[in-house]
């Protein structure tokens, strides 16, 4: 046996975690096992033509290239990938000299990203595991954090050592076209047949590593219905506080991958039972704690996102931001006007602060903000129903969105807004003027709404002024 060889072997004991049982850790080591084309229902059918066009430059130069990851994993399942990513023996540098529309990007991990108009086919050079203790290495190639958390990972290695150092075994799959085949290094075959989400290596160790793979675990849970494996489930409770080190644009990002991809309500139950959903929504968590029927607004919004995305219709990050933190402005806004502060400064207040603390967790961007605030401001107005402000309301750019949020609040049961929802349904459904006079006569009625009349100061007489 060769030393590179030998040296796989070992690393293979060190990280492969078993297939046979959930709470065995360690087991027997697996083999490489290639899947021949008859034996899979993989075909280039289903593969991006630019992807094969890279496949094919890279091989021809002598380079190895793999189709690898989510996209034959999700081919294996007859869905539709998202994006096609490749590994290859070629290095960032000579991956960039065969591809004149490529460019480097990444300090972290740096890749290669070959554009064609809007597709991007992701190149990543074979990777090697590396020990945090370990210091002789370049910290400008490899660097890891007192928690053990990756900050730098280049280390380059050979498919083996790749296949290793990914995440959960599913994601371990490597697809050639020189014949068409599969190679599979950890097992992921079997438990993508099993319907079983696990971790390659020490589980505690992979997530110190880089804590944003519990997220991962459980989105893969939510939008494949796969079932976490128990060594992989878990540490994941008590780990849940190192997503505080992440940074909060990259816990951005993940949130919209975990929410916005059509499984949102399940997403929500499985980060609650796994204990991550205070760690992304700290504020509302804290809020739930004390009024837990607040949170059906949230499941409200969250069942209306996966339906709209089913049906292909936009979504907006400022609506589902909205509706996540609304239980902590309800409950921060209450106790300022508790503390005597009238209503309309009291939402604001509580507007700037709750935004405020989650832009430390989570960084969301202005362009989001600024809409969020307005569909908050706009649910006492649309509440109230004041006649002379009716039609200024609806032509306001955002009523749409926060029409639509009064109608999730109205359902949720939570809170006491009358039949506001129901009238404006009404009134937009109204076409005839007669129809929307009958439905604006309701709102003189309304207390509040009716006009107080103005007493006339009497008329001086003539001739009276002495």
Same mark, same amino acid.
């Given at each position: 046996m060769t030393g590179k060889r030998s040296g796989f072997i070992h690393r293979l004991f060190s990280y492969v975690t078993g297939k046979q049982s959930d709470t065995q850790p360690q087991a027997p080591v697996p083999t490489l096992s290639i899947l021949p084309r008859d034996q899979h229902t993989i075909s280039r059918r289903h593969i991006s033509d630019n992807a094969l066009k890279v496949?094919?430059?890279?091989?021809?130069? *002598?380079?190895?290239a793999f189709l690898v990851g989510g996209c034959i994993r999700d081919l294996m399942l007859?869905?539709?990938?998202?994006?096609?990513? %490749?590994?290859t023996s070629a290095t960032p540098e000579e991956v960039r000299g065969l591809f004149r529309n490529s460019r480097i990007i990444g @300090?972290?991990?740096?890749?290669?990203? =070959? +554009?064609?108009?809007?597709? =991007?086919?992701? +190149?990543? &050079?074979?990777?090697?595991?590396?020990?945090?203790?370990?210091?002789?290495?370049?910290?400008?190639?490899?660097?890891?954090?007192?928690? *053990?958390?990756?900050?730098?990972?280049? +280390?380059?290695? &050979?498919?083996?050592?790749?296949?290793?150092? /990914?995440? !959960?075994?599913?994601?371990?799959?490597?697809?050639?076209?020189?014949?068409?085949?599969?190679?599979?290094?950890?097992?992921? +075959?079997?438990?993508?047949?099993?319907?079983?989400? /696990?971790l390659i290596g020490d589980p505690e160790t992979r997530y110190r590593e880089d804590p944003v793979r519990m997220l991962r675990a459980i989105r893969f849970a939510a939008k494949l219905d796969f079932h976490i494996a128990d060594s992989t489930a878990a540490p994941i409770a008590t780990l849940a506080h190192l997503l505080k080190d992440i940074?909060?644009?990259?816990?951005?990002?993940?949130?919209? $991958?975990? !929410?916005?991809? *059509?499984?949102?309500?399940?997403?929500?139950?499985?980060l609650q039972d796994y204990h991550l959903f205070e760690s992304l929504f700290p504020a509302t968590q804290a809020s739930l704690k004390d009024a837990p029927a607040a949170g059906q607004v949230i499941v409200n919004a969250l069942h209306n996102t996966d339906l709209r995305i089913q049906e292909d219709k936009p979504v907006t990050p400022a609506f589902f931001f909205a509706a996540m933190l609304w239980p902590a402005l309800v409950r921060l806004r209450d106790r300022y006007q508790n503390e005597g502060m009238p209503p309309v400064p009291a939402l604001q207040q509580a507007a700037t602060q =709750?935004?405020?603390?989650?832009?430390?967790?989570?960084?969301?961007?202005?362009?989001?903000? %600024?809409?969020?605030?307005?569909?908050?401001?706009?649910?006492?107005q649309l509440e109230r129903r004041q006649p002379r402000r009716v039609d200024e309301l609806v032509t306001h750019p955002r009523f749409r969105a926060a029409y639509d949020f009064l109608l999730l609040r109205e359902q949720s049961g939570d809170e006491a807004i009358g039949d506001a929802?129901?009238?404006? &349904?009404d009134y937009q459904a109204s076409s005839q003027?007669?129809?929307?006079?009958?439905?604006?006569?309701?709102?003189?009625?309304?207390? *509040?709404? $009716?006009?107080? /009349?103005?007493?006339?100061?009497?008329? $001086? @007489?003539?001739?009276?002024?002495?």
């Open positions: 496949l094919h430059r890279l091989n021809s130069h *002598g380079y190895q007859d869905l539709h990938p998202k994006d096609f990513d %490749i590994a @300090r972290r991990f740096k890749l290669i990203h =070959v +554009v064609f108009g809007r597709e =991007v086919i992701e +190149v990543a &050079t074979f990777r090697a595991s590396h020990r945090a203790e370990d210091d002789e290495h370049d910290s400008s190639i490899s660097h890891h954090s007192q928690k *053990g958390r990756i900050l730098r990972d280049n +280390v380059y290695g &050979t498919i083996e050592d790749d296949a290793i150092r /990914r995440d !959960f075994t599913m994601n371990s799959l490597y697809y050639t076209t020189t014949d068409f085949s599969i190679h599979d290094y950890c097992g992921g +075959v079997q438990d993508i047949h099993n319907r079983v989400i /696990r940074p909060a644009a990259r816990l951005f990002d993940e949130i919209l $991958k975990l !929410f916005l991809s *059509g499984r949102a309500e399940s997403t929500y139950y499985l =709750v935004i405020s603390q989650q832009c430390r967790r989570t960084a969301i961007p202005k362009r989001f903000t %600024i809409p969020m605030r307005e569909i908050w401001e706009m649910q006492s929802g129901q009238w404006w &349904t003027d007669d129809a929307r006079q009958a439905l604006m006569k309701q709102l003189h009625s309304m207390p *509040g709404n $009716k006009r107080k /009349r103005r007493k006339r100061r009497p008329r $001086k @007489r003539p001739g009276n002024t002495a």
